[in-house]
């Protein structure tokens, strides 16, 4: 796994020996990130489910001001820590040893410009996170990465690859 755009690119990750670790495949960061083009400069962002932090990663790559993580099982955390290290972005980035759901429910104010939610595939965790911001809108921007077929309200933006879907919903 590697950064494949902007400032980092071609740069590699660590990544969890956990096989329910799922990061998000290049090609699926790239179309996303692609598309968040426009808001990437000098964005605030959060990570929620943060993993390997590829996302959030990839984000700063492209221009993004810093990001929160929000990550609970050890092995994604130790990952997570060990890419923020090795890109040198301790300033620009702050991990939340947290339930990433929990996190999302207690956000009471539009704090970030990107949220990128990425549960475990098929779970509850995705309707609870995209309910909680539908409440609050702690984010101008939600993104979420989850498996087709995952039946979700109409989003702003959509796009289907193979067994993963995108949705952006727009505040």
Not at 22 to 49: I, N, S, Y
Not at 62 to 78: C, I, M, N, Q, W
Not at 82 to 111: H, P, W
Not at 137 to 158: C, I, M, N, Q, W
Request: include cysteine; aromatic fraction near 8%.
């Amino acid at each position: 796994m590697r950064i494949i755009g902007g400032k980092f690119k071609g740069r590699d990750l660590t990544s969890p020996n956990d096989f329910r670790v799922r990061p998000t495949a290049e090609h699926v960061r790239g179309m996303l990130l692609d598309q968040l083009k426009p808001e990437l400069q000098g964005a605030r962002v959060l990570d929620l489910f943060a993993g390997t932090g590829a996302l959030g990663l990839e984000a700063v790559s492209r221009g993004a001001k810093y990001v929160d993580f929000v990550e609970t099982r050890p092995s994604s955390l130790h990952a997570l820590r060990a890419n923020v290290a090795l890109l040198r972005l301790s300033a620009k980035c702050r991990i939340y040893k947290k339930d990433a759901v929990q996190f999302a429910e207690a956000l009471t104010e539009q704090r970030w410009d990107i949220a990128f939610a990425d549960p475990p595939y098929n779970s509850k965790m995705l309707d609870r996170v995209l309910t909680a911001w539908q409440a609050t809108k702690f984010s101008k921007l939600l993104a979420l990465e989850f498996a087709t077929g995952h039946v979700l309200p109409s989003p702003d933006y959509r796009h289907t690859s193979e067994d993963t879907t995108i949705a952006i919903y727009r505040a």
